[in-house]
Structures are given as structure tokens and as C-alpha cells.
């Protein structure tokens, strides 16, 4: 996945997270369809974020950046624990 793949998926993630919001204040989804949704939505941006932060370093490095490979969901969330 190149940088560009990922900034992408950045975006489309970003593009349904203020969906998701627009939709509990338009009255269109419950406030908890919403929180469940949107924390699955942060792990995913979480994921995408870590791997360009990888893929930067690696570039930083002098290494392949397309040699960075995703990190789990537990392991991106467990990094502040």
C-alpha cells in the first residue's frame, strides 16, 4: 500500500466518521449504532495512521517503506497502555 493508498483511506475513513455524525444529529441513527461505529472507525484510522508513520521512518532510514507492514488492531491500541 503507498502513501497515496493510505492517505486515501485516510480521507474515505474521515469522509464516514462525519457521515456517521451527521446521521445521529439528522435523527437517522441512535447514539449508540454511532459510538459502536465510530470506535471501529478510530481502530481503523488508528491502523492507517501507524503505517504511514512506519513507512515515513523507514523512508527517514534509508529503508524499502514498502516493506512496513499493518499492525493489528490490538497492537496499534495498545500502545498508550
Not at 12 to 17: G, M
Not at 74 to 80: A, D, I, K, P, S
Given at each position: 500500500m503507498?502513501?497515496?493508498?493510505?492517505?486515501?483511506?485516510?480521507?474515505?475513513?474521515?469522509?464516514?466518521?462525519?457521515e456517521?455524525?451527521?446521521?445521529?444529529?439528522?435523527?437517522?441513527?441512535?447514539?449508540?449504532?454511532?459510538?459502536?461505529?465510530?470506535?471501529?472507525?478510530?481502530?481503523?484510522?488508528?491502523?492507517?495512521?501507524?503505517?504511514?508513520?512506519?513507512?515515513?521512518?523507514?523512508?527517514?532510514?534509508?529503508r524499502?517503506?514498502?516493506?512496513?507492514?499493518?499492525n493489528?488492531?490490538?497492537?496499534?491500541?495498545?500502545?498508550?497502555?
Open positions: 503507498s502513501e497515496q493508498d493510505i492517505l486515501a483511506r485516510i480521507k474515505t475513513l474521515v469522509d464516514q466518521e462525519h456517521l455524525r451527521a446521521k445521529t444529529i439528522q435523527g437517522e441513527l441512535d447514539p449508540e449504532t454511532e459510538r459502536r461505529q465510530l470506535a471501529e472507525l478510530e481502530v481503523m484510522l488508528d491502523q492507517c495512521w501507524d503505517l504511514l508513520r512506519q513507512r515515513r521512518a523507514r523512508m527517514d532510514q534509508g524499502n517503506p514498502d516493506e512496513a507492514q499493518p493489528t488492531a490490538r497492537q496499534v491500541e495498545g500502545y498508550l497502555q
